[in-house]
């Protein structure tokens, strides 16, 4: 899975932080390695067809999100039905990426990598407003309040959480208690925020084929 991942960075020239503390230390493949894997003669230069520049730009966001192809064009579709609906089709394409569970719970800090949290997630490691939720993709609202179940908090993955939070931020649309270890959306992602590693536009050109 680790070689997967940094393969995956590599391929797509774009260092997409797939393995948490790994990507900030020495040790990241993209820091060793950056050069697309593979023979060196089978490496290409020059720049890439309109359609390789979406499809790479579609894997990119893909694979920072870590979804299937299945699930992502999924969200790509639905944001492309509400063209001329809202204001920023590209905003609402991130802000359904941005509200999934295991999403939140990374950009909360609790969890290392997207991946991580999902897994999270799939154990049943959290609740929202009370409830247990173990569905990676369900999607926060504004006024949900995201914490740990009481029994899970003294699982080794949160082994010094408060201490590692002190000097974390998070976004400006989730008010995160470090204390408590519990967040409320109290707003909606925001696309410069969020700094996605791809062109939205590309990403649609793709599945407006």
């Not at 569905?135 to 408060?162: M, P, R, W």
Request: proline share 3%; with cysteine.
């Amino acid at each position: 899975m680790r070689y997967d991942q940094c393969k995956t960075c590599r391929r797509l020239g774009k260092k997409l932080f797939l393995k948490g503390e790994r990507c900030f230390s020495p040790k990241c493949a993209m820091i060793k390695r950056a050069y697309a894997p593979g023979p060196k003669k089978k490496r290409r230069g020059g720049s890439p067809s309109a359609f390789k520049k979406s499809l790479e730009e579609k894997q990119t966001l893909k694979k920072w999100y870590g979804l299937s192809e299945k699930q992502f064009k999924r969200y790509a579709e639905e944001s492309l039905e509400r063209m001329g609906k809202v204001e920023n089709v590209a905003e609402e394409f991130i802000k359904k990426l941005e509200k999934r569970l295991d999403n939140v719970i990374f950009r909360l800090g609790m969890a290392k990598s997207r991946a991580q949290a999902r897994q999270m997630v799939s154990h049943g490691y959290f609740l929202i407003n009370g409830k247990a939720v173990n569905i990676a993709s369900y999607s926060i609202k504004k006024g949900d309040i995201i914490s740990i179940k009481e029994h899970k908090k003294q699982k080794g993955v949160f082994k010094e959480l408060t201490t590692k939070l002190k000097s974390y931020e998070a976004p400006i649309w989730l008010n995160l208690n470090k204390e408590k270890l519990e967040a409320k959306a109290i707003g909606d992602p925001n696309l410069e925020e969020v700094n996605a590693p791809a062109e939205i536009s590309s990403i649609f050109e793709f599945y407006s084929r």
